[in-house]
């Protein structure tokens, strides 16, 4: 394994894009050690895809900075990095077989016999044309090609959204196996809880293209409280505490960050699941960035 | 990425190849009939005279009429518009496409610098147009230039200043569309946008190349005062050297264009 263990594998600062008069990211900023499996977490349009495409140096932001192991994005930066983009694009006119050695032929650190290997365990037929693969079929071959590089950094992007349940697993656990195997840092975009849940050890989730949140998932969990109560007994909370209230008649429920002490009274209180948590900030506009 | 800018290329490399052959064929055919008509009724063309001197007068075909006029006309027409047909075929769907299916995100996340997909991709189509567009050309001028010279009349005379019954303006139209259109189609993507701007873009491309010819042909006269002979010659150019100026007018749009492309790469992607 190359990777530096002290230098963050990711490292975003203030990075804002435009397209056109709709504001992608705005001020952007995290970090992402080395070695972590972190989720990126956002509503459609929250600007995952666009932070991943900066990460991957296939687009230059508008202002801020995005560093891959301490380089900026860019050439310097692409034998270290596996990027699958969402939908996998590939060339349906290549077969599988074909598509392989374009990334042995690419890629110098290729490692064909891995790349070989991933591809029988998926079922790829050689033979076929990459066009004719069904999307799941094809997000797996995308996810070989990125993998076989043997990348210090792999950035997926909504990677399991085609697959059905059991590659959905397939493919989580060979995520696993080449984390624990190698140490690769792993980023990976969803709207899907269920598919981070205990996969991931680190959360941003983005709404409105800024960073609402972006912390180790149990550091998160910890941090936080779903309150249930008469919605007037909220009041007490600081309006920075409070990630989200929801009404329903005379009682709510809230998700709060408590500052201090844990909350008394007659509030009922529990540590939040992974999904209450992320639902909470992505229900709610766009507030401060707590990082942890 | 020599092998996957070919494998890429393969489709439109066949359409543009046999597009050359048959144009060339037709050349050949079309000169070899219209020549046994023209001996038929005892019209002597001579060999290739840019001034038609005492052959016919001005607007009228001195070829006669029907077959041999209509195959001088079709042969006009294919050194007029081959060399836009080759270099849209080849250029359009260069970067559109890639662009458009989103494979770019793919080829440019591999392990190789982004300029060289660009410089591996156009180098292998500008090749390969200039190659199927000097068939042709060279196809054109030792073979059918005498007789396209005498079929006049309207429209035609005007078409001549599109091919200039030159083989280096004519590859380099082919060169320079190319490039265009795959830069066109690298900025913006979308196909049918990029094949409707590169054919927009064409009469205009031979306007500024007449107009940048006339203006190198001018500078050169300039740079090269201090030698009688050279300014003469320079000064009194034929209608070969006024292609040649032409020509690489077209030359230095693509080295723009090129130039153009990169920095659209370097823009919209992040540099190390």
């Known amino acids: ?292 | 990425m020599n092998w996957l800018a070919l494998r890429l290329l393969r489709p439109y490399l066949i359409v543009a190849a046999a597009l050359s052959a048959v144009s060339a064929a037709f050349v050949l055919i079309g000169a070899r009939v219209i020549r046994q008509q023209a001996e038929a009724h005892g019209v002597v063309v001579a060999d290739y005279a840019p001034d038609r001197t005492g052959l016919c007068e001005q607007a009228v075909s001195c070829l006669p009429a029907g077959t041999a006029t209509n195959l001088g006309q079709a042969l006009v027409l294919v050194a007029a518009f081959v060399p836009l047909l080759i270099g849209l075929v080849l250029g359009v769907p260069l970067f559109a496409r890639e662009r458009d299916e989103a494979t770019d995100a793919f080829v440019l996340t591999q392990s190789v610098p982004r300029l060289r997909w660009l410089s591996t991709k156009l180098g292998w189509a500008l090749t390969a147009g200039a190659l199927g567009t000097a068939t042709v050309a060279v196809t054109f001028r030792l073979a059918a230039a005498k007789y396209a010279l005498v079929v006049d009349g309207l429209g035609y005379g005007l078409l001549r200043e599109v091919h200039k019954n030159s083989i280096g303006f004519m590859v380099m139209q082919t060169v320079f569309i190319t490039a265009l259109a795959g830069i066109v189609g690298l900025a913006g993507g979308r196909t049918l946008r990029t094949l409707v701007t590169a054919v927009v873009a064409w009469p205009v491309a031979l306007v500024a190349a007449q107009l940048g010819g006339l203006l190198l042909g001018m500078l050169a006269y300039l740079l090269t005062s201090w030698s009688e002979s050279l300014s003469l010659m320079l000064g009194t150019q034929t209608e070969n050297e006024t292609a040649a100026f032409a020509a690489l007018a077209l030359a230095l749009g693509t080295v723009v264009a090129v130039l153009i492309g990169r920095r659209i790469l370097a823009g919209t992607t992040a540099r190390s």
């Open chain 1, 1 to 292: 394994m190359s990777a530096d263990r002290t230098t963050p594998a990711l490292e975003v600062a203030g990075v804002a894009h435009t397209f056109g008069r709709r504001r992608a990211l705005d001020d952007c900023s995290f970090t992402v050690p080395a070695g972590a499996v972190t989720a990126l977490v956002g509503r459609n349009g929250a600007g995952k895809s666009t932070l991943l495409r900066a990460a991957a140096g296939l687009l230059r932001p508008d202002s801020g900075e995005v560093r891959v192991f301490g380089e900026p994005a860019g050439d310097g930066s692409l034998p270290r990095i596996g990027y699958v983009a969402q939908q996998a694009p590939l060339y349906p006119m290549l077969t599988v077989a074909q598509t392989l050695t374009v990334g042995s032929r690419l890629n110098p650190r290729w490692d064909a016999a891995y790349a070989h290997r991933l591809a029988d365990d998926a079922d790829l037929p050689g033979a076929a044309r990459v066009g004719t693969l069904p999307a799941g079929h094809r997000s797996r071959l995308a996810l070989v090609m990125a993998l076989a590089k043997r990348p210090d950094l792999l950035l997926l992007d909504e990677p399991l959204a085609p697959l059905d349940p059991v590659a959905r697993t397939e493919v989580a656990g060979t995520l696993m196996a080449d984390v624990a195997e190698r140490g690769t840092t792993v980023v990976l975009s969803s709207h899907v809880v269920a598919d981070i849940d205990g996969v991931c050890d680190r959360v941003v989730v983005l709404t409105e293209g800024r960073v609402r949140l972006a912390a180790e998932v149990e550091a998160a969990l910890d941090g936080h409280l779903v309150a249930v109560g008469a919605g007037i007994e909220f009041s007490a909370f600081d309006s920075s505490e409070v990630v989200e209230v929801r009404a329903a008649g005379a009682d709510a429920t809230a998700l709060i960050r408590p500052t201090g002490s844990a909350p008394s009274g007659g509030l009922a209180w529990h540590r939040p699941t992974l999904e209450e948590l992320l639902l909470g900030y992505l229900r709610t506009p766009t507030r401060q960035v707590p990082t942890a």
